[in-house]
């Protein structure tokens, strides 16, 4: 097992366009969470599915950010529209319920500019 | 609110001797604790964690105490290493039907050879 995959690593666009991030988590893991982390901070929660369903949301995840997880595969993030705040890295991490350890991707850098 | 606290933003440590890094929490309904190294540029990795039914949890150089009376834990990492100087994070569950973690601010390591 080669553990959480993110792609891509790297993201630099301009303010107003859309970015979409994908998380490969580890095949076995029926949770997969997705964490914002600025500069000085920890991650922040962001959202969290249990297989295919995604059944919370941060209030940190406003309406310009979508989730999914079809098939519950892999995940995609999206941010429309974006704004220099959003300039973070988004890190994604998968467990294996009911444990509580959570095994953290390599994470993707975005910039807005 | 800061529901989990890293008070000491950095620490310097000869090689050899004992790294002791703190956490604070304030929410007592928190049942389950992580602490994560995370290196510049990748994402947390998984250390060693405890339940809050435990007092202490060890893993080879890696300890773990947990005093819930005064809500407080920490990492004990013995003998450090070069390769330990890291940004540790610590994390808290809730348990329940998320598992998010809340985290830490973090503490920088820095073990001098």
């Known amino acids: 097992d080669t553990g959480v995959s993110q792609d891509p690593r790297h993201k630099i666009t301009k303010r107003g366009q859309n970015v979409t991030f994908r998380c490969d988590p580890i095949s076995e893991h029926n949770r997969l969470y997705w964490y914002r982390q600025t500069l000085g901070q920890g991650p922040e929660f962001l959202t969290y599915f249990q297989n295919e369903a995604q059944l919370e949301k941060s209030r940190l995840l406003s309406d310009r950010f979508s989730a999914e997880r079809p098939k519950g595969s892999f995940s995609t993030l999206e941010i429309q529209r974006t704004e220099q705040g959003d300039s973070a890295m988004y890190l994604c991490a998968s467990s294996l319920a009911p444990l509580y350890e959570q095994y953290f991707g390599p994470g993707t850098r975005l910039t807005v500019t | 609110d800061q529901q989990v606290k890293q008070n000491s933003p950095s620490l310097s440590v000869q090689e050899g001797r004992i790294s002791i890094l703190n956490c604070d929490y304030t929410n007592s309904m928190f049942d389950y604790f992580l602490w994560y190294k995370k290196y510049p540029a990748e994402g947390p990795t998984f250390l060693i964690s405890?339940?809050?039914?435990?007092d202490k949890n060890e893993d080879g150089r890696f300890t773990v105490f947990l005093n819930k009376s005064a809500k407080h834990l920490s990492l004990h990492i013995v003998p450090s290493q070069p390769g330990d100087s890291a940004v540790y994070f610590c994390?808290?569950?809730?348990?329940?039907?998320?598992?998010?973690?809340?985290f830490g601010t973090g503490t920088l390591l820095a073990v001098q050879p």
């Open positions: 405890i339940s809050s039914i435990k």
């Open positions: 994390a808290a569950c809730y348990g329940g039907a998320t598992n998010k973690l809340i």
